[in-house]
């Protein structure tokens, strides 16, 4: 009697099998998750409210011929400080320049550094947070320390010192002073984040199937720890935009002959009572850039951290 016929054993991993699984689920998750903060987000008012206004703010920022022809830099000193007319629809500054067109055009300068700073902020808190965060013990104790020397100083006074000894303060010099001191918040942040989900199963799974420190990282860790930073990171851009408006007010912010709307709140302070719309519309301007970043932040936050709603 011939031996019966065995099937072959199966030679395929199951480290192989199940890491394959797990990308098979894996994408769906990621894909139901974004389009759950989607359809959050498009059901959320104050989201629309905030997008409309940013979009019309970036707008102005990237392409100020679209708001005005004007160049505001022609300036003359007999049309100095005229109030808000058909002619000049925010009056004129103490040079004479068309009011209107500088505030359109401050926009630049302000919003730029606003995004520089907080995109530089974010790169640098997700490295030291996903790093502190995810090995713990002496390398975390140490890049905690470090952030916490560095929190220690107010962004403020930190910035007040180092802007008043540089001679030359444009848009890369500000925006440099204020990474400096501004990163840590968003550091302790991604920390936390990190934390809360280092010792999760499927982090755990991972390891267990011979994974590395840097494909957990960036595969597990980092996907679902970034949702709360994201969302103050686009609060904290207008967090910045108020920041580089204070610090040109009190004189070590952008210098002349650059454009920005803490510039010409500096400017209008002498003149507050005899020509109040000089500090009137670039404060609206900016409050209104402030609330929309900070309110879209709010919205982001909700959207993609589910624990965060109520």
């Given at each position: 009697m011939s031996?019966?016929?065995?099937p072959?054993?199966?030679?395929e991993p199951?480290?192989s ?5 797990g990308?098979k689920?894996?994408k ?8 759950d903060a ?8 104050w989201?629309i409210i905030s997008a409309v206004?940013?979009l019309?703010?970036l ?11 004007t160049?505001p830099?022609?300036c003359?000193l007999?049309?100095s ?6 002619e000049?629809?925010?009056g ?8 209107y067109?500088?505030v ?10 606003g995004?520089i700073?907080?995109?530089g902020t974010?790169?640098i808190?997700v ?8 090995f713990?013990g002496w ?5 905690s320390?470090?952030?916490d020397?560095?929190?220690?100083v107010p962004?403020i006074?930190?910035a007040l ?5 540089l001679q ?6 500000v925006a440099?002073?204020l ?6 918040t968003m550091?302790?942040?991604m920390?936390g984040?990190?934390?809360?989900v280092?010792?999760?199963e499927?982090?755990?799974?991972a ?6 420190p840097?494909?957990?990282?960036r595969r597990?860790?980092l996907p679902?720890s970034?949702g709360?930073v994201i969302g103050?990171?686009t609060?904290f851009?207008g967090?910045i ?6 610090l040109?007010f ?8 650059a454009?920005?709307w803490?510039l010409q709140?500096?400017?209008a302070?002498?003149y ?7 500090l009137l519309f670039?404060?609206i301007?900016?409050?209104l850039?402030?609330?929309?970043f900070?309110?879209?932040g709010d919205?982001?936050r909700?959207?993609?951290d589910p624990?965060?709603k109520?």
């Amino acid at each position: 009697m011939s031996e019966m016929h065995r099937p072959e054993a199966r030679t395929e991993p199951i480290d192989s099998h199940l890491e394959t699984e797990g990308n098979k689920t894996k994408k769906p998750e990621e894909a139901s998750l974004l389009a759950d903060a989607w359809r959050s987000l498009r059901r959320n008012p104050w989201f629309i409210i905030s997008a409309v206004l940013l979009l019309i703010f970036l707008t102005m920022a990237v392409f100020p011929s679209l708001f005005t022809n004007t160049d505001p830099r022609e300036c003359l000193l007999e049309r100095s400080r005229r109030d808000p007319s058909g002619e000049f629809w925010f009056g004129t500054d103490v040079q004479g320049c068309d009011y209107y067109s500088r505030v359109i055009h401050g926009a630049r300068n302000s919003i730029a550094v606003g995004f520089i700073v907080a995109i530089g902020t974010f790169i640098i808190s997700v490295v030291v947070g996903l790093v502190a965060g995810y090995f713990g013990g002496w390398v975390d104790a140490l890049l905690s320390r470090i952030t916490d020397m560095v929190f220690a100083v107010p962004y403020i006074l930190g910035a007040l010192v180092f802007l008043n000894v540089l001679q030359s303060r444009g848009v890369r010099e500000v925006a440099f002073v204020l990474i400096l001191f501004m990163w840590p918040t968003m550091t302790r942040l991604m920390r936390g984040s990190v934390i809360s989900v280092v010792n999760a199963e499927f982090v755990m799974a991972a390891r267990a199937l011979g994974a590395g420190p840097i494909t957990i990282m960036r595969r597990h860790i980092l996907p679902n720890s970034l949702g709360p930073v994201i969302g103050y990171a686009t609060v904290f851009t207008g967090i910045i935009i108020g920041a580089e408006a204070t610090l040109t007010f009190l004189g070590v912010g952008l210098q002349l002959p650059a454009i920005s709307w803490g510039l010409q709140l500096s400017d209008a302070q002498p003149y507050l009572q005899t020509a109040p719309h000089l500090l009137l519309f670039p404060v609206i301007f900016v409050g209104l850039t402030v609330f929309a970043f900070m309110t879209m932040g709010d919205a982001i936050r909700d959207a993609l951290d589910p624990k965060s709603k109520k």
